[in-house]
């Protein structure tokens, strides 16, 4: 089945450091891949997404490239800041009528 | 950009009534929308997925009878939490795509409710 695998945390980083969350994927067929931010009490927001191999998906300085050989998609920021600090949910779908599917979120907390 | 709002944000109810959410999309129309649950600091469980103008599909271990889903609108999706217990007490939240743009597989998701069974 479907299925999506995300690095586990807590992450603690301090301010302006580099982030990766790693996230890989199984799935039949080429999935459109997504990164989702919850903040505290809060539903979820689309970050970015890819919906084919290769395409690099960004926003608010997050990015991650969709590599079908590795079946991967980490998320890099190059600078993180306090209000950064969420869970970030990796996922895919199959098509736009199925549900996604979660990875289990990764929590970041960028201190000063 | 495409919304979807969630009614009630929080809701706070004793054991044996019945609680009422409320999933809109504010600017498109949604044949499909999907109901999720959050345990604290867990990922999102898929319930069910709500279609307009048929029953909804509910996910393998969710009670439909106690978790009824109307999907009356392109617009409007309910799910009612019948006869609560605490055990139910969680954030539950929605998603939907917008029917009216066939290439994109996006999902936005509403704010969520958080339901507190005391």
């Known amino acids: 089945g479907n299925s999506v695998t995300q690095m586990e945390g807590p992450v603690t980083l301090s301010e302006e450091a580099f982030l990766t969350i790693n996230c890989t994927y199984t799935a039949t067929g080429y999935p459109s891949l997504f990164w989702y931010v919850q903040y505290p009490g809060e539903g979820l927001q689309l970050l970015l997404k890819?919906?084919?191999?290769?395409d690099k998906g960004s926003n608010k300085g997050f990015e991650a490239t969709y590599r079908k050989e590795t079946t991967s998609f980490h998320l890099e920021k190059g600078s993180v800041q306090v209000s950064d600090s969420a869970v970030y949910f990796c996922a895919l779908s199959r098509s736009g009528n199925t549900p996604l599917v979660f990875g289990k979120g990764t929590r970041l907390s960028v201190i000063a | 950009g495409a919304v979807v709002s969630q009614h009630p944000s929080r809701v706070i109810c004793k054991s044996g009534t019945s609680v009422k959410i409320e999933c809109r999309s504010l600017?498109?129309?949604?044949?499909?929308m999907f109901w999720y649950r959050q345990f604290p600091k867990q990922s999102l469980m898929l319930m069910a997925t709500?279609?307009?103008?048929?029953?909804?599909?509910?996910e393998q271990g969710v009670e439909k009878d106690k978790f009824l889903i109307n999907h009356a609108s392109l617009t409007l999706s309910t799910l009612t939490v019948t006869s609560a217990h605490p055990e139910d007490s969680s954030f539950y939240i929605c998603?939907?795509?917008?029917?009216?743009?066939?290439?994109?597989?996006?999902?936005?998701f509403g704010p969520g409710t958080r339901l507190t069974v005391l």
């Open positions: 600017d498109f129309q949604a044949t499909t």
């Open positions: 890819a919906t084919k191999a290769d």
């Open positions: 709500s279609n307009e103008g048929s029953k909804a599909t509910y």
């Open positions: 998603s939907a795509r917008d029917i009216g743009v066939m290439v994109t597989d996006t999902q936005y």
